[in-house]
């Protein structure tokens, strides 16, 4: 079956750097997204890696590494709008034209102050 | 236009009503998704649609009945659901073609069967 695993909750300081992994098992590998959702609100697009290596974009960036099966997502200069939840997805499909994704369990991430 | 619109953003009904979500996007997607969400947990696939056609349902039962009139519109139609069908329901779209890029959802509808 499908598995991509993320820490529950991570909690940290305004300015501070936090790292939120993924290790995924999944039939089939497209590459590794990042996806961020506030409370009430719709998961958005942060990032995207299909080969091993540092993505970077803004103060986030994010990590693959496909021998491993695992990924995370770097937020630097973090701050209270960050506090959100924060999945990893894997594209482990391809439809003709449509593209599945399966989300990871989540991370809650909590700045504080 | 780089917006999913969702309708209604909630929705109350009972176990007999038939009712349905609307979702539109002007992006020139050709592929458009449902998933749904439960509190605390991640989305989860419901059905892809591809180029107006239905390329995956994830066994879901069939009080769920998606519809996709044209490359613009994806309708999710209920009929005698179950409490435990209340939920976040969402609606994504995506280009279809292999490339950096991410589904851009709309915001939902939360969705109560009582």
């Known amino acids: 079956g499908q598995s991509l695993e993320q820490p529950s909750e991570v909690t940290a300081v305004e300015g501070a750097i936090v790292q939120i992994n993924c290790t995924y098992q999944?039939?089939?590998?497209?590459?590794l997204s990042w996806y961020q959702q506030h409370d009430g609100g719709a998961p958005t697009f942060l990032s995207y890696n299909a080969l091993d290596g540092l993505e970077e974009t803004g103060r986030f960036s994010s990590f693959l590494s496909r021998s491993d099966s695992y990924g995370y997502l770097l937020l630097q200069e973090l701050q209270m709008k960050d506090s959100a939840s924060y999945f990893c997805a894997v594209r482990d499909g391809l439809t003709g034209g449509g593209n599945k994704l399966t989300f990871g369990t989540g991370t809650q991430l909590k700045v504080e102050l | 236009d780089t917006e999913v619109t969702q309708t209604p953003k909630h929705l109350v009904m009972g176990m007999t009503n038939k009712k349905s979500l609307k979702c539109e996007q002007h992006m020139g997607h050709r592929a458009m998704y449902w998933y749904k969400q439960k509190a605390k947990k991640p989305p989860e696939l419901m059905f892809v649609?591809?180029?107006?056609?239905?390329?995956i349902n994830e066994s879901v039962p069939s009080r769920f009945s998606p519809e996709c009139p044209n490359s613009s519109l994806l309708n999710l139609h209920l009929h005698a659901l179950q409490p435990e069908d209340s939920a976040l329901y969402l609606c994504?779209?995506?280009?279809?073609?292999?490339?950096?890029?991410?589904?851009?959802f709309g915001s939902g509808t939360r969705l109560t069967v009582v």
């Open positions: 649609y591809s180029y107006e056609k239905l390329s």
């Open positions: 999944t039939s089939g590998f497209y590459g």
């Open positions: 994504a779209s995506s280009p279809p073609l292999l490339g950096n890029y991410g589904y851009t």
